[in-house]
């Protein structure tokens, strides 16, 4: 039996094992350095890339490699003076393409073997060497973007370098297949479109030359009328997908940068569907289009919550859209049958009672009234709706952990479904998760004031937003703090769990009296939040 303990020291040394055991067979057995690997270099003569090789260290006691890197030599007298580039705990993991360097810089790397006792050595030190690109006659990605909606190079026949982030069958296309390259560091103006049959066999991670002319098609800067394509390599790391938000995918919050760029949104949920096989999400930022000229398996439904969704910003049609390539590109939360995470909807389930009353369930939603904006005498009370409103659309929660919540949260929130006196409501909340802040809440539904009359009809609205419109106060004191409204078609009930200061009297007139649809004491009643929910 082999016991470790491990000891983190100051910052930037190396971690120090105690251990006991039998290394009986190992080339370099316990107490001893272990087996240094060689290290070679292959600088790239046209990318800013340097890929690393060294051989693997043979030891049953190897812990990790760290590979360093310096601009300067004799890694192994100061590493901490060095970078480190990579740190690997498989033996067989003997690789590594260096990218995105500086152009015409000579770099030092040097390899350190750890074994589990700590003990270390180090491999024979590599120089290498960038090309110059100022030598070059290709262009970067950047450089025909031209950080403008046109290309300074419209029209003209260029060779791009460039490393391919979709390849030529990912995007469905009825003519010639498109790809994608990118510049090896990404960013913004680092992708460009390429067009035409001769594209149809690239691959992701291909690294190539490609010549052609340089259109603005319908608005999309591309590279068509492709006449070579000279393969450099293969299995190339892919830039890392840029973060924005989801209004930085639209034409506002700048959108042309990241055209032909392979960018990530989180947090983000789905607002809208549209046609075509397109939908709106928003991370509480604003709104932006997803496409489906990928092949992924995902159907959006409004609600749903998408962690993350990586994919090339495109332009067609006159707007901006996301185009993830596969369902890699996706990670989705969303609506569906008991274990997943429900809407609203459907944990109202039409009807007077929950069909998951008594059940632990997961609910997502987006917030409509904070944990601090209703009066509670114990745990708080929140409520949360589908984006898309409508009846059955709300849902009051309840408990201490959800105080903390504020109007536009996107949250997903984990509880029993209870019918509290006739209010169906999560409690005994075991989770809050908050996405993200900001989101548009769904405008009130605007209703008459006998619609909401202790019946059966108001069921629908328990818990959404609603408005009724050029009411008069009927009636000022109902007692405990309720009191009643009229438009012609009947009275309903106004209560005061919200933190407003305004004082009914018979027969005053309010424009606009909005609020939750409330259901307590054997009565529907609107809850109005704050003095913003009363115009009088």
């Not at 707007?319 to 944990?347: A, F, Q, S």
């Not at 109902?478 to 919200?498: A, K, Q, T």
Request: with cysteine; proline share 4%.
């Amino acid at each position: 039996m082999r016991f470790r303990g491990i000891a983190l020291l100051a910052a930037g040394s190396l971690l120090f094992f105690s251990s006991c055991g039998d290394d009986e067979g190992n080339p370099a057995g316990p107490g001893t350095e272990p087996t240094a690997s060689t290290l070679s270099a292959d600088p790239s003569a046209m990318l800013n890339t340097i890929t690393l090789s060294w051989t693997s260290c043979p030891d049953a006691d190897f812990f990790e490699y760290r590979l360093y890197r310096s601009l300067t030599a004799d890694i192994e007298a100061d590493p901490d003076a060095a970078d480190i580039v990579r740190i690997t705990t498989s033996s067989d993991d003997t690789t590594y393409t260096d990218s995105g360097l500086e152009w015409n810089t000579t770099y030092y790397y040097a390899l350190m073997t750890m074994d589990d006792e700590g003990l270390q050595s180090w491999s024979n030190e590599v120089e290498a060497a960038t090309p110059d690109s100022g030598s070059c006659d290709w262009l970067t990605c950047y450089e025909v973007q031209g950080q403008a909606s046109s290309s300074p190079y419209e029209g003209q026949v260029v060779t791009v370098l460039g490393v391919v982030t979709v390849g030529g069958d990912e995007y469905y296309t009825s003519t010639s297949p498109y790809a994608v390259i990118s510049d090896p560091e990404g960013g913004a103006w680092s992708g460009l479109v390429l067009y035409g049959d001769s594209v149809g066999s690239l691959a992701r991670g291909d690294s190539i030359l490609v010549t052609g002319e340089v259109q603005e098609y319908y608005g999309m800067t591309e590279l068509s009328y492709i006449s070579d394509i000279t393969l450099l390599g293969t299995g190339a790391a892919s830039p890392p997908a840029s973060q924005v938000s989801t209004s930085d995918l639209t034409e506002a919050g700048g959108a042309e940068q990241w055209e032909g760029v392979l960018v990530e949104i989180q947090e983000a949920i789905v607002t809208e569907l549209g046609s075509y096989g397109q939908f709106t999400v928003d991370d509480g930022s604003g709104g932006c289009l997803i496409d489906d000229l990928g092949d992924y398996s995902y159907t959006p439904a409004v609600g749903d919550t998408l962690y993350s969704a990586k994919g090339v910003q495109w332009y067609s049609y006159s707007e901006w859209k996301l185009e993830p390539r596969d369902d890699n590109d996706l990670d989705v939360g969303g609506g569906g049958g008991p274990g997943d995470v429900l809407t609203c909807y459907e944990v109202q389930g039409q009807a007077s009672s929950s069909p998951y009353e008594g059940m632990s369930v997961s609910v997502t939603g987006v917030v409509t009234v904070g944990g601090d904006e209703y009066y509670s005498s114990s745990g708080a009370l929140a409520v949360i709706c589908d984006v898309a409103g409508g009846p059955w659309s709300g849902l009051p929660l309840y408990g201490t952990a959800i105080a903390g919540l504020a109007r536009g949260d996107s949250v997903t929130v984990t509880g029993t479904v209870q019918e509290y006196n006739g209010l169906t409501e999560i409690s005994g909340i075991s989770d809050v998760a908050i996405h993200s802040s900001g989101h548009q809440l769904p405008p009130a539904e605007v209703l008459q004031t006998g619609d909401l009359a202790t019946s059966a009809a108001p069921e629908q609205w328990e818990g959404v937003l609603v408005a009724v419109l050029n009411v008069t106060v009927s009636n000022d004191s109902l007692g405990y703090g309720e009191w009643s409204v009229n438009d012609g078609s009947g009275d309903c009930r106004v209560d005061d769990l919200g933190d407003y200061t305004y004082t009914p009297q018979i027969g005053d007139s309010i424009t606009q009296l909005a609020g939750i649809l409330w259901y307590s004491f054997s009565d529907f009643k609107i809850e109005p939040r704050d003095d913003g929910d009363i115009t009088e």
